[in-house]
């Protein structure tokens, strides 16, 4: 079935850099763009970017520019998020969802904790 | 950048009740990109309603979308223990991005 798979759970220190994974599967890889998004505890859904997982082209929240890379690898249908520079206000569950209007399926979340 | 208030922030009914929410945009948004998804805790978002008022698949037809323009609503017309969670708006705009409402609890009165 078509699915997203995250990576698990992290835990960092102020300063460190995450790389979250969003695995791929049940359809053409390349035909759907990833967005990801983000909610930190009790709150709100973030939006951080985009990635074109067929030409590897992407968009970032002004938010996050200079600290957020999405980067994608065609050949285990894996796309990921790096988010560089952590501080305590990047506690937060981030998902992948795919689509480009919209997103129909999401991955599961995975909570990145950062704390020293 | 548009933003998107939702109204109210929290929504206290009971079962069997009709819940109406808000979406408002700080400037015109097309319908096509439009969305509504619910959220239930400890889960990830699920698309309800995409292009203002078409429901995803599988969807029941008690939840309902419309508005143009800069207002929006989704509505549900008799609520069911399961639709009790949080609803968020979601616009997509210019260079492929996304924008969020803050939300609306539909919570047990």
């Known amino acids: 079935q078509v699915q997203l798979v995250q990576s698990g759970a992290e835990v960092k220190k102020p300063g460190a850099s995450v790389k979250v994974s969003c695995k791929a599967s049940g359809y053409t890889f390349t035909t759907f763009y990833i967005h990801w998004v983000r909610q930190a505890p009790g709150q709100g859904l973030e939006w951080m970017g985009i990635i074109n997982p067929s030409g590897g082209s992407t968009s970032y929240a002004q938010k996050f520019q200079g600290r957020v890379t999405m980067t994608r690898d065609t050949s285990t249908t894996t796309v990921y998020m790096q988010l560089n520079s952590l501080a305590s206000e990047d506690t937060a569950m981030y998902y992948c969802?795919?689509?480009?209007?919209?997103?129909?399926?999401w991955g599961q979340g995975t909570m990145v904790t950062v704390s020293s | 950048e548009i933003v998107l208030t939702q109204s109210p922030g929290t929504l206290s009914l009971s079962p069997g009740e009709r819940a109406t929410l808000s979406c408002r945009a700080s400037q015109s948004v097309s319908s096509t990109y439009l969305a509504w998804y619910q959220q239930k805790p400890g889960q990830a978002p699920s698309l309800l309603i995409h292009?203002?008022?078409i429901r995803a698949t599988g969807i029941p037809d008690r939840f309902s979308g419309s508005g143009s323009g800069t207002d929006f609503t989704l509505t549900i017309s008799r609520l069911e223990p399961e639709d009790f969670a949080v609803y968020y708006c979601q616009q997509y705009g210019r260079s492929l991005t996304w924008t969020f409402g803050q939300g609306t609890k539909v919570e047990i009165k």
């Open positions: 969802g795919r689509g480009l209007i919209v997103a129909d399926i």
């Open positions: 292009g203002a008022s």
